[in-house]
């Protein structure tokens, strides 16, 4: 049976074009299930696309002795099956009560996500290396999906994960399988993997809506609904991409970008030709530029954007200000500054 598994997986590399042949990649492994089978998936591919693999280990120190056995398990791993290994270790008794407080207000998620990825992004530099691979599957997707969705999520929050990402460097092989199929494939090739015991706390709303909601969905509702959900993220990121040629038009004729030695690259917006777009456009123009210095949109909400039309729509004489997310926007006179605080 788990041949038909790599069968399929080497069927969807070739229809996806993943691979050219030669590439050098990073698998970010953290013993579990996901990237255990990801890793044993390209070892099946290795020899067909002449590929070089590492793999990237950090220990975040969570879930305290567990979180070492996770980091013994991939040693472990590593050396049986002849990969080169590089562990992190995030110490988090640096950040004291500071990360005691990111952890009672959610940010802990994100620091530890930002974390990850400029480690992993650090070594496909320093090893020039083509692309960071990760285990995201077709579950991850769906619960991705459905929060995004409660959120109040636009296109872009709603279109989930890239398979290929070409902007990031990062790849997702497994995003067309499920965690029952993962899972399924490691058993039958008797490979043991690490379970994280929080991943069972339904305290997380994650947790939730994995062990209840989606399961009621899929009893009463759609036996294929996870499927259903791949098809519109699928469909969403079509749009996004005919959305995102729009608004890269419309920005360059609103938006101009000047260098600055203190906070990096200032956004420039004017508002007499912003205030002649339409008003479907306007908020993507915002988001833009608050992307372009945050690196993503994280916690940014329609809230945000209408405060911002406040400062636009102000007929007041003195300067308007707001920040958000570490950005300082000021008004002055017919032209809005968007900057990095200091």
């Known amino acids: 049976m788990h041949s038909n598994l790599i069968k399929k997986f080497k069927n969807f590399l070739w229809r996806e074009r993943l691979f050219a042949g030669g590439e050098k990649i990073i698998i970010g492994i953290s013993g579990g299930a996901d990237s255990v089978c990801l890793t044993e998936l390209l070892l099946s591919v290795q020899k067909k696309f002449d590929l070089k693999l590492q793999l990237v280990h950090i220990n975040y120190h969570l879930r305290g002795k567990a979180s070492d056995a996770d980091e013994r398990f991939v040693r472990q791993y590593a050396q049986k099956k002849g990969l080169k290994l590089m562990v992190f270790d995030y110490n988090r008794a640096s950040y004291g009560k500071q990360q005691v407080k990111e952890m009672s207000t ?48 636009g296109v872009d929050g709603l279109k989930g994960m890239k398979i290929k990402d070409e ?125 372009n210095l945050k690196g993503d949109l994280r916690n940014i909400t329609n809230a945000n954007y209408q405060e911002f039309q406040k400062i636009i729509q102000s007929t007041k004489g003195k300067k308007q200000k707001m920040s958000l997310a570490g950005i300082q926007i000021n008004r002055s006179g017919e032209r809005v500054v968007f900057e990095k605080k200091e």
Not at 130 to 150: A, K, S
Not at 214 to 242: A, D, G, N
């Open 167 to 291: 902007q990031r460097k990062i790849l997702r092989p497994l995003l067309s399988f499920s965690k029952r199929e993962i899972k399924k494939f490691l058993q039958e090739i008797k490979q043991d993997w690490r379970e994280d015991q929080s991943n069972q706390d339904d305290v997380f709303l994650r947790n939730k809506i994995r062990h209840q909601l989606i399961p009621e969905i899929e009893r009463e509702y759609s036996p294929r609904f996870k499927e259903k959900v791949k098809e519109t993220t699928e469909r969403l990121q079509e749009c996004q991409k005919i959305i995102q040629e729009i608004t890269d038009k419309k920005y360059r004729q609103v938006v101009s970008d000047v260098a600055d030695k203190k906070t990096g690259t200032k956004y420039i917006l004017d508002i007499t030709e912003y205030k002649k777009m339409s008003a479907e456009i306007r908020p993507l123009l915002f988001r833009q530029i608050i992307k």
């Open 106 to 153: 959610g940010n802990l998620e994100e620091r530890l996500r930002n974390f990850r990825y400029k480690i992993f992004e650090k070594i496909r530099k320093n090893d020039k290396a083509q692309w960071i691979v990760v285990g995201h599957h077709q579950d991850d997707q769906t619960e991705t999906f459905l929060l995004n969705l409660f959120r109040g999520a």
